[in-house]
């Protein structure tokens, strides 16, 4: 299984971008994917997770900014971020729990890093 992300960039406070994130492979089931973000020397954080189908969950510095969506037939993610921030300037990880190497085996898989960076 891989996670593939695109999007990020460079965008002034108050602007948008958006982040989509792609699974592929042998994927028997996913069970959630979201998204979290990492700045130097801290630790990895979650921006927004949806399990299942069940309502996202955010983290409360994005709450009413970010909105995440899942195209269930595809396997994609995709994080819309509005009003962005300073704090906001992150790396971006695209992460999935995920039935793959065996039907009743989920793993945690992360895609590669999309740099966002806030200009204030």
């Known amino acids: 299984v891989q996670l593939q992300a695109s999007g990020g960039g460079l965008v002034q406070t108050g602007g948008s971008l958006r982040l989509s994130c792609a699974a592929s492979?042998?994927?028997?089931?996913?069970?959630?994917m979201g998204w979290y973000r990492q700045t130097p020397g801290k630790q990895r954080e979650m921006v927004a997770v949806?399990?299942?189908?069940?309502?996202?969950n955010y983290a409360d510095s994005v709450k009413g900014r970010f909105t995440i969506s899942r195209d269930y037939a595809k396997n994609t993610v995709e994080l819309q971020m509005n009003s962005l921030k300073p704090e906001d300037t992150a790396a971006y990880y695209c992460?999935?729990?995920?039935?793959?190497?065996?039907?009743?085996?989920?793993?945690?898989?992360w895609g590669q890093g999309t740099q966002v960076t806030v200009s204030s």
């Open positions: 492979g042998r994927i028997f089931s996913i069970f959630s």
């Open positions: 992460h999935g729990d995920i039935f793959g190497r065996l039907p009743n085996r989920k793993d945690e898989y």
């Open positions: 949806i399990i299942g189908r069940n309502s996202p």
